[in-house]
């Protein structure tokens, strides 16, 4: 596995968590993953490409969304309408703008996507090509225990 690529967003992840949500946050176990089946959860799609390729998953129980919204808004959200995944959406942005910045200072020139968010009870989001692609799981735990999962799907994290 290829810590270059994954050092910066966990860089990036705990520098914007920390200014958005004034929350520190602590790395969970990496893990490898098949497939991406969520539960009762938002994931925030993004696509990394140029010299690193990949798609990243922001995977966040809605629960924890509406507390994501309620801190970067600034109240008490109750409802996770569209505002409130806008703004779920937009941090999930901004770690990888911020990600793409670190990139860009060691030599690793990237483009970012617009973020598509789904929501559901039960989400399965296809893998790519499993034979060429590995799926790595981030779990970024914050204070109270709530947890955002960045799942990278790339094949530059394949061992070579």
Known sequence: MKVDYINPIL????KIIKALLQED???GRLSLLDSHNLK????IILWMTGDFDGRFIFAIKRNVALQIASAMMGERITELNDMAKSAVAEMATIILGRTGIIFSERGIDVKISYPTLVEGDSVYISTLNPRKRSIINIPLIMSRGNVIDIKIESGDLIRE
């Open 25 to 27: 946050i602590t790395l």
């Open 11 to 14: 860089i990036a992840s705990s």
């Open 40 to 43: 009762d959860s938002v994931a």
